[in-house]
């Protein structure tokens, strides 16, 4: 309890305990040793005393803290009831002000359907006043009347049908209106699928084009590779001559004219077939003939004694009729 980190702690100091002022009137002489040990067997029990009053002191701070911070909450859970309770009761004194003005609000509509009953009471009850006073009035125009009546039935009977005759028209129209675009759309539809299929044979004739090209391409390419070997061989037997010159010419442009016609007569995969007949192939496409001299056929019809006269263009029989036809339209079978 004496000096240290915090300095002296007065609570904690002995008050039986001398200070360094009462030690110099001390005596050299030795005390009994009962009465020191009474001594100190006394500041222990006090110490102990003081700590138990502490802890005692300290655990009753502690409840009087959880006491009150359990009377806040319970306050303010008080406080959160009462407000709903508020809450709920405004909400109510709404709901029966509010029920209050519809029973006011049918309160009056009753009594403006009470008023109007009454004035159409009355309304009724003048008008048969009048209409006894017209009575003999009336019975005098009565046929007039009965004429006028009849016209006008005449006139509705003549608007009606009029009306009749107008709605069968416009349903007429519609119809045909209907029709007409139903057909517009079938003809646009087969106009698509016209150009679909024309666009696909347009891409197959160009495919057909260039492998016919590319194989011209291969056989030139061999051709001249030929005519090389060939140039080679007449330098080495030393035969330079002009004439010999001018045939090698003459050879390689035989030999490009017969491949051009090879690549020409090769444009659909089924012309390569020689020109004899017995030779047979199955449409591929529907076709209509533009001329007497041509076949009409559908797809997967057989074409029969088919021959070879032009680039494109065959002769066969179909039907027991002979006739032309394109060859890209057909395949060999």
């Known amino acids: 309890g004496f000096g240290g980190k915090y300095g002296v702690q007065t609570d904690r100091k002995d008050k039986s305990a001398g200070t360094f002022d009462d030690m110099q009137d001390v005596s050299a002489s030795k005390k009994p040793e009962k009465e020191i040990a009474k001594g100190q067997a006394g500041n222990i029990k006090a110490r102990f ?125 519609a119809e045909e209106r209907r029709r007409m675009e139903k057909e517009e759309r079938e003809a646009e539809e087969q106009r698509q699928r016209e150009e679909e299929r024309e666009a696909e044979e347009q891409k197959r004739r160009e495919e057909e084009e260039m492998e016919a090209e590319r194989q011209k391409q291969e056989e030139m390419e061999a051709e001249r590779q030929k005519q090389e070997e060939m140039e080679s061989q007449q330098h080495q037997q030393e035969e330079p001559q002009e004439d010999q010159a001018y045939s090698n010419v003459e050879v390689t442009d035989k030999y490009q004219d017969e491949i051009y016609d090879d690549a020409t007569g090769a444009a659909g995969a089924a012309e390569e077939h020689p020109a004899e007949g017995g030779v047979r192939a199955k449409a591929l496409y529907d076709y209509q003939a533009n001329g007497d001299d041509e076949l009409s056929f559908d797809p997967d019809d057989i074409i029969e004694n088919i021959e070879t006269v032009d680039e494109g263009w065959w002769i066969g029989e179909f039907q027991g009729k002979r006739g032309l036809f394109p060859s890209n339209y057909v395949e060999i079978i």
Not at 85 to 113: D, T
Not at 149 to 154: G, I, S, T
């Open 49 to 173: 005393e003081k700590m138990g009053a502490q802890d005692s002191e300290e655990a009753t701070r502690r409840a009087e803290d959880e006491k009150r911070r359990r009377e806040a909450r319970e306050k303010k859970e008080r406080e959160e009831q009462l407000q709903r309770q508020r809450e709920q009761e405004e909400k109510e004194a709404e709901e029966e002000a509010r029920r209050l003005r519809e029973q006011e609000e049918e309160g009056a509509q009753e009594r403006r359907q009470k008023e109007q009953e009454e004035m159409e009471a009355e309304e009724q009850l003048r008008r048969q006043r009048e209409e006894e006073e017209r009575e003999e009035e009336e019975r005098r125009h009565r046929e007039l009347e009965e004429r006028e009546e009849e016209e006008r039935e005449r006139r509705q009977r003549d608007r009606d049908a009029e009306e009749q005759q107008r709605r069968e028209e416009e349903e007429r129209e």
